[in-house]
């Protein structure tokens, strides 16, 4: 497994292993699965920003993918990212998503960010234990935010500070 930049030309398994997380799974509070040219524009505004998008890739397959952007739109928030990892069903538990998050904190402390935040559902347990594994903390809960498959959803705040340039 290598973990690389994406290219325009891995879109199909981004698309794949989004949408799957959208019907099937917590981890994406959207309901209606992403068309390619979504997809597309979303790599293009992610990438055209300076924003990292990376893949995992087992031989030819994507098996993951992460990036991350802005925290909030507001100038203030410049120093924060929010980050988002995704691995494919199959590949889940084989250290992936850690080495991506890994990969995603050097990429950001070499952009100069000082703080990473991840917003994570709170019956997300396996992602919760990453995170704190890796630096994060948990720093808020929000109660009954979201709502996916007829549930409401709360969701868990958590930060790493990082140990980039500071500009």
Known sequence: MQI????PSDLAGILAIYNDAVLTTTAIWNETPSSYAERLAWFEERTGAGFPVLVAEEGTEIVGYGTFGPFRPHEGYRPTVE??????????????????????IKAAENMGKRVMVGAIDAANDVSLVMHEA??????????????KFGRRLDLVLMQRELSGRHH
């Open 134 to 147: 890796m630096g994060f903390r948990e720093v808020g809960r929000m109660a009954g935010v979201g709502e």
């Open 83 to 104: 980050h988002s990892i995704y691995v494919a069903p199959a590949h889940q538990g084989a250290g992936i998503g850690k080495a991506m998050l890994r990969e995603l």
């Open 4 to 7: 690389r930049t994406a290219f």
